[in-house]
Protein backbone atom coordinates (compact mmCIF):
# COMPACT_ATOMS: atom_id res chain seq x y z
CA UNK A 1 0.00 0.00 0.00
CA UNK A 2 1.72 3.62 -0.96
CA UNK A 3 1.89 5.57 1.99
CA UNK A 4 0.21 9.28 1.92
CA UNK A 5 2.43 12.00 1.89
CA UNK A 6 2.29 14.35 4.85
CA UNK A 7 0.07 17.42 4.13
CA UNK A 8 2.13 20.37 3.57
CA UNK A 9 1.62 23.07 5.60
CA UNK A 10 0.78 26.61 4.10
CA UNK A 11 3.15 29.40 3.98
CA UNK A 12 3.16 32.71 5.05
CA UNK A 13 3.87 34.42 1.48
CA UNK A 14 0.50 32.01 0.63
CA UNK A 15 -1.18 33.80 3.25
CA UNK A 16 0.14 37.45 2.21
CA UNK A 17 -1.00 36.37 -1.74
CA UNK A 18 -4.54 35.14 -0.61
CA UNK A 19 -4.98 38.26 1.54
CA UNK A 20 -3.97 40.33 -0.81
CA UNK A 21 -1.47 42.45 1.57
CA UNK A 22 2.37 42.37 1.82
CA UNK A 23 4.66 39.58 3.79
CA UNK A 24 5.54 42.07 6.05
CA UNK A 25 2.01 43.26 6.63
CA UNK A 26 0.64 39.58 6.88
CA UNK A 27 3.63 38.96 9.72
CA UNK A 28 2.28 41.98 11.68
CA UNK A 29 -0.90 40.50 11.89
CA UNK A 30 -0.22 37.53 13.15
CA UNK A 31 2.22 38.53 15.74
CA UNK A 32 -0.48 41.24 17.13
CA UNK A 33 1.54 43.75 16.43
CA UNK A 34 -0.17 47.53 16.89
CA UNK A 35 -0.62 50.26 14.14
CA UNK A 36 -2.22 47.32 11.32
CA UNK A 37 -5.25 48.56 9.74
CA UNK A 38 -8.85 46.89 10.36
CA UNK A 39 -9.19 46.26 6.55
CA UNK A 40 -5.72 44.02 6.48
CA UNK A 41 -6.11 42.81 9.81
CA UNK A 42 -9.42 41.14 8.47
CA UNK A 43 -8.34 40.18 5.02
CA UNK A 44 -5.05 38.51 7.12
CA UNK A 45 -7.28 36.72 9.33
CA UNK A 46 -9.29 35.16 6.96
CA UNK A 47 -6.73 33.91 4.39
CA UNK A 48 -5.11 32.27 7.63
CA UNK A 49 -8.68 30.43 8.54
CA UNK A 50 -8.74 29.71 4.72
CA UNK A 51 -5.82 28.36 4.79
CA UNK A 52 -5.40 26.47 7.56
CA UNK A 53 -2.40 28.55 8.52
CA UNK A 54 -0.55 27.77 11.85
CA UNK A 55 2.47 29.70 13.22
CA UNK A 56 5.91 28.22 13.82
CA UNK A 57 6.04 29.26 17.54
CA UNK A 58 9.70 29.22 17.31
CA UNK A 59 10.23 31.04 14.36
CA UNK A 60 7.34 33.61 15.97
CA UNK A 61 9.73 33.97 19.02
CA UNK A 62 12.98 34.68 17.43
CA UNK A 63 11.04 37.46 15.51
CA UNK A 64 9.61 39.15 18.16
CA UNK A 65 11.97 38.28 20.91
CA UNK A 66 8.78 36.91 22.67
CA UNK A 67 8.41 33.76 24.54
CA UNK A 68 4.31 33.57 24.71
CA UNK A 69 4.89 33.44 28.06
CA UNK A 70 3.37 35.99 31.26
CA UNK A 71 3.90 35.16 34.79
CA UNK A 72 2.22 35.95 37.94
CA UNK A 73 4.86 36.05 41.11
CA UNK A 74 2.99 35.98 44.49
CA UNK A 75 5.23 36.79 47.75
CA UNK A 76 4.35 33.56 49.07
CA UNK A 77 5.74 30.12 49.48
CA UNK A 78 3.12 27.89 50.64
CA UNK A 79 1.45 26.07 47.49
CA UNK A 80 -1.95 25.83 49.61
CA UNK A 81 -2.71 29.47 48.78
CA UNK A 82 -3.92 28.63 45.70
CA UNK A 83 -6.72 27.00 47.51
CA UNK A 84 -7.72 30.53 49.16
CA UNK A 85 -10.75 31.49 47.26
CA UNK A 86 -9.32 35.02 46.63
CA UNK A 87 -6.36 34.07 44.88
CA UNK A 88 -8.72 31.27 42.97
CA UNK A 89 -10.76 34.15 41.75
CA UNK A 90 -7.84 36.39 40.69
CA UNK A 91 -6.61 33.47 38.89
CA UNK A 92 -9.88 33.14 36.97
CA UNK A 93 -10.04 36.83 36.04
CA UNK A 94 -6.27 36.82 34.40
CA UNK A 95 -7.48 33.71 32.92
CA UNK A 96 -10.14 34.92 31.32
CA UNK A 97 -8.32 37.59 30.03
CA UNK A 98 -5.65 35.16 28.12
CA UNK A 99 -8.23 33.42 26.63
CA UNK A 100 -8.64 34.76 23.17
CA UNK A 101 -4.50 35.07 23.18
CA UNK A 102 -1.69 32.53 22.47
CA UNK A 103 -0.05 33.39 25.81
CA UNK A 104 0.58 30.93 28.89
CA UNK A 105 0.79 31.70 32.01
CA UNK A 106 3.45 30.73 34.64
CA UNK A 107 2.15 31.09 38.22
CA UNK A 108 5.39 31.90 40.46
CA UNK A 109 5.37 31.31 44.79
CA UNK A 110 8.62 33.57 45.10
CA UNK A 111 8.80 33.94 49.12
CA UNK A 112 11.49 32.00 50.15
CA UNK A 113 15.37 32.58 48.73
CA UNK A 114 14.93 30.13 46.48
CA UNK A 115 11.86 31.18 45.01
CA UNK A 116 13.48 34.30 44.78
CA UNK A 117 16.57 32.78 43.11
CA UNK A 118 14.20 30.83 40.05
CA UNK A 119 12.12 34.16 39.23
CA UNK A 120 15.59 36.17 39.27
CA UNK A 121 16.74 34.07 36.70
CA UNK A 122 13.57 33.19 34.63
CA UNK A 123 13.70 37.34 34.26
CA UNK A 124 17.38 37.68 34.16
CA UNK A 125 17.24 35.24 30.53
CA UNK A 126 13.85 36.66 29.61
CA UNK A 127 11.61 33.62 29.62
CA UNK A 128 8.53 35.52 30.31
CA UNK A 129 7.33 38.48 28.06
CA UNK A 130 6.22 40.48 31.00
CA UNK A 131 4.87 39.99 34.84
CA UNK A 132 2.00 40.58 37.47
CA UNK A 133 3.37 40.93 41.13
CA UNK A 134 0.77 40.31 43.83
CA UNK A 135 0.80 39.75 47.91
CA UNK A 136 3.75 42.30 48.31
CA UNK A 137 5.16 43.57 51.55
CA UNK A 138 6.54 47.11 52.52
CA UNK A 139 10.47 45.92 51.87
CA UNK A 140 9.70 42.94 49.45
CA UNK A 141 12.71 42.52 47.71
CA UNK A 142 10.58 41.15 44.42
CA UNK A 143 10.19 44.58 43.64
CA UNK A 144 13.62 45.38 43.32
CA UNK A 145 14.30 41.99 41.07
CA UNK A 146 11.53 42.77 38.90
CA UNK A 147 12.67 46.24 38.63
CA UNK A 148 15.93 45.31 37.60
CA UNK A 149 14.56 42.84 35.16
CA UNK A 150 12.89 46.13 32.77
CA UNK A 151 10.53 43.65 31.81
CA UNK A 152 6.18 45.08 31.80
CA UNK A 153 5.15 45.22 34.94
CA UNK A 154 1.82 45.19 36.95
CA UNK A 155 1.11 45.37 40.24
CA UNK A 156 -2.11 43.96 41.82
CA UNK A 157 -2.48 45.88 45.20
CA UNK A 158 0.53 48.83 45.71
CA UNK A 159 3.75 48.02 48.04
CA UNK A 160 3.31 50.00 51.15
CA UNK A 161 5.43 52.68 50.71
CA UNK A 162 5.62 53.35 46.97
CA UNK A 163 3.09 53.62 44.13
CA UNK A 164 3.99 51.56 40.80
CA UNK A 165 3.43 53.01 37.64
CA UNK A 166 0.96 50.46 36.46
CA UNK A 167 -1.15 49.01 39.10
CA UNK A 168 -4.79 47.51 39.63
CA UNK A 169 -6.24 47.74 43.16
CA UNK A 170 -9.77 47.75 45.08
CA UNK A 171 -10.78 51.15 46.97
CA UNK A 172 -9.60 49.41 50.20
CA UNK A 173 -9.47 52.47 52.31
CA UNK A 174 -12.80 53.29 51.42
CA UNK A 175 -14.09 49.95 51.81
CA UNK A 176 -12.99 49.79 55.43
CA UNK A 177 -14.61 53.07 56.07
CA UNK A 178 -17.77 52.21 54.36
CA UNK A 179 -18.01 49.16 56.67
CA UNK A 180 -16.76 50.94 59.75
CA UNK A 181 -19.49 53.25 58.88
CA UNK A 182 -22.20 51.27 58.40
CA UNK A 183 -21.33 49.54 62.43
CA UNK A 184 -21.81 52.77 63.90
CA UNK A 185 -24.60 53.76 61.72
CA UNK A 186 -26.31 50.56 63.82
CA UNK A 187 -25.28 53.03 66.88
CA UNK A 188 -22.25 50.92 68.01
CA UNK A 189 -19.52 52.98 69.37
CA UNK A 190 -17.28 50.41 70.85
CA UNK A 191 -15.84 49.00 67.42
CA UNK A 192 -12.84 46.82 67.18
CA UNK A 193 -10.77 45.64 64.09
CA UNK A 194 -9.05 42.86 63.11
CA UNK A 195 -6.55 44.07 60.46
CA UNK A 196 -4.51 42.13 57.99
CA UNK A 197 -0.67 42.24 58.38
CA UNK A 198 0.49 45.97 58.20
CA UNK A 199 3.47 45.59 56.41
CA UNK A 200 1.20 45.15 53.41
CA UNK A 201 -0.67 47.76 51.26
CA UNK A 202 -3.52 46.54 51.51
CA UNK A 203 -3.59 45.59 55.38
CA UNK A 204 -2.36 49.33 56.11
CA UNK A 205 -4.96 50.66 54.26
CA UNK A 206 -8.05 48.75 55.48
CA UNK A 207 -7.05 50.11 58.92
CA UNK A 208 -6.79 53.36 57.92
CA UNK A 209 -10.02 53.25 56.70
CA UNK A 210 -11.55 51.79 60.03
CA UNK A 211 -9.67 54.35 62.24
CA UNK A 212 -10.78 57.42 59.68
CA UNK A 213 -14.64 56.65 60.20
CA UNK A 214 -14.40 56.47 63.91
CA UNK A 215 -12.38 59.33 64.31
CA UNK A 216 -14.71 61.20 61.87
CA UNK A 217 -17.69 59.90 63.95
CA UNK A 218 -16.51 61.42 67.03
CA UNK A 219 -15.51 58.06 68.52
CA UNK A 220 -11.92 56.33 69.89
CA UNK A 221 -10.98 53.59 67.53
CA UNK A 222 -11.52 51.00 70.56
CA UNK A 223 -8.88 48.50 69.93
CA UNK A 224 -6.79 46.65 66.79
CA UNK A 225 -5.30 43.53 66.90
CA UNK A 226 -3.01 42.53 63.53
CA UNK A 227 -4.14 39.08 62.01
CA UNK A 228 -2.87 37.37 58.58
CA UNK A 229 -6.44 36.88 56.57
CA UNK A 230 -6.66 33.50 57.45
CA UNK A 231 -10.08 32.16 59.22
CA UNK A 232 -7.95 30.80 62.18
CA UNK A 233 -5.61 34.11 62.89
CA UNK A 234 -9.21 35.66 62.77
CA UNK A 235 -10.50 33.05 65.90
CA UNK A 236 -7.45 34.01 67.93
CA UNK A 237 -7.51 37.91 67.12
CA UNK A 238 -11.08 37.74 68.55
CA UNK A 239 -10.07 36.06 71.54
CA UNK A 240 -7.41 38.31 71.83
CA UNK A 241 -9.95 41.41 71.78
CA UNK A 242 -12.32 39.60 73.74
CA UNK A 243 -10.06 39.57 76.17
CA UNK A 244 -9.13 42.59 76.21
CA UNK A 245 -12.06 44.77 75.55
CA UNK A 246 -15.38 42.38 77.11
CA UNK A 247 -17.47 45.68 76.47
CA UNK A 248 -17.20 45.49 72.80
CA UNK A 249 -19.98 45.80 70.52
CA UNK A 250 -19.01 45.29 66.89
CA UNK A 251 -16.02 44.24 64.80
CA UNK A 252 -14.75 45.21 61.57
CA UNK A 253 -12.17 41.80 60.23
CA UNK A 254 -10.62 43.09 57.31
CA UNK A 255 -11.43 39.83 55.62
CA UNK A 256 -14.20 37.51 55.40
CA UNK A 257 -12.02 34.61 56.52
CA UNK A 258 -10.97 36.47 59.52
CA UNK A 259 -14.73 37.38 59.84
CA UNK A 260 -15.48 33.90 59.65
CA UNK A 261 -13.26 33.01 62.81
CA UNK A 262 -14.64 35.91 64.58
CA UNK A 263 -17.65 34.53 64.43
CA UNK A 264 -16.92 31.68 65.71
CA UNK A 265 -15.37 32.68 68.63
CA UNK A 266 -18.05 34.83 69.52
CA UNK A 267 -20.80 31.65 69.29
CA UNK A 268 -18.48 29.93 71.29
CA UNK A 269 -18.43 32.45 74.42
CA UNK A 270 -22.25 33.09 74.24
CA UNK A 271 -22.12 36.23 72.41
CA UNK A 272 -24.79 37.21 69.65
CA UNK A 273 -24.60 38.05 66.31
CA UNK A 274 -25.79 40.59 65.51
CA UNK A 275 -27.31 40.97 69.48
CA UNK A 276 -24.46 41.61 70.87
CA UNK A 277 -21.82 41.70 68.33
CA UNK A 278 -22.39 43.35 64.75
CA UNK A 279 -19.83 41.67 62.10
CA UNK A 280 -18.43 43.09 59.04
CA UNK A 281 -15.80 41.50 57.13
CA UNK A 282 -14.52 42.34 53.64
CA UNK A 283 -13.96 41.09 50.11
CA UNK A 284 -17.44 38.75 49.24
CA UNK A 285 -15.93 35.61 49.45
CA UNK A 286 -18.25 32.27 49.17
CA UNK A 287 -17.27 32.15 52.47
CA UNK A 288 -19.51 35.14 53.37
CA UNK A 289 -22.76 33.49 52.42
CA UNK A 290 -22.23 30.21 54.73
CA UNK A 291 -21.63 31.75 58.18
CA UNK A 292 -23.77 32.10 61.15
CA UNK A 293 -25.14 34.27 60.65
CA UNK A 294 -24.36 35.53 56.61
CA UNK A 295 -21.74 37.73 56.62
CA UNK A 296 -22.38 42.01 56.09
CA UNK A 297 -19.12 42.84 54.27
CA UNK A 298 -17.48 44.88 51.60
CA UNK A 299 -17.40 43.59 47.76
CA UNK A 300 -14.26 44.19 46.31
CA UNK A 301 -14.68 42.46 42.56
CA UNK A 302 -11.32 40.08 42.86
CA UNK A 303 -12.01 38.52 39.20
CA UNK A 304 -12.13 42.01 37.36
CA UNK A 305 -9.04 42.58 39.77
CA UNK A 306 -7.14 39.68 37.95
CA UNK A 307 -8.74 40.37 34.15
CA UNK A 308 -7.67 44.06 34.49
CA UNK A 309 -3.96 43.21 35.22
CA UNK A 310 -3.77 40.96 32.63
CA UNK A 311 -5.05 43.63 30.07
CA UNK A 312 -3.26 45.74 31.53
CA UNK A 313 -0.33 43.99 30.93
CA UNK A 314 -1.00 43.09 27.50
CA UNK A 315 -1.67 45.95 26.67
CA UNK A 316 2.65 47.06 28.24
CA UNK A 317 3.78 44.41 25.84
CA UNK A 318 1.79 45.51 22.60
CA UNK A 319 3.82 49.09 23.42
CA UNK A 320 0.46 50.81 24.73
CA UNK A 321 0.64 53.28 27.55
CA UNK A 322 -2.56 52.30 29.73
CA UNK A 323 -3.79 53.57 32.71
CA UNK A 324 -3.45 52.45 36.41
CA UNK A 325 -7.06 51.58 37.98
CA UNK A 326 -8.50 51.37 41.10
CA UNK A 327 -11.86 49.76 41.45
CA UNK A 328 -14.84 50.13 43.73
CA UNK A 329 -16.02 48.74 46.76
CA UNK A 330 -19.52 48.33 47.36
CA UNK A 331 -21.35 46.70 51.45
CA UNK A 332 -23.19 44.02 50.87
CA UNK A 333 -26.20 43.72 53.65
CA UNK A 334 -26.53 40.46 55.16
CA UNK A 335 -27.63 39.35 58.48
CA UNK A 336 -24.24 39.31 60.81
CA UNK A 337 -24.69 43.45 60.61
Not at 154 to 162: K, N, Q, S
Not at 217 to 229: Q, R
Not at 248 to 266: C, K, P, T
Request: charge should be neutral; aromatic fraction near 2%.
Amino acid sequence: MASVAPRRQPTLDEVAARAGVSRSAASRVINQAPHVSRATREAVERAVKELGYRPNRTARALATRQTGIIALALSHDDPALFADPFFAQVIVGVSAALEDTDLHLLLCLASSGRGRSRLTSLLQTRGVDGIMLMALHGDDPLTRIVEQAGLPTVHGGRPLHTEPRWFVDSDNLGGARLATEHLIGLGRTRVVSITGQMSTQVGAARHRGYREAMVMAGLVPHGTVESDFTESGGAAAMRTLLDRHPDLDAVFAASDNMAAGALRVLSETGRSVPGDVAVVGFDDLDVAERTGPPLTTVHQPIQALGREMARMLLGLIAGQEPTSIILPTRLVRRGSA
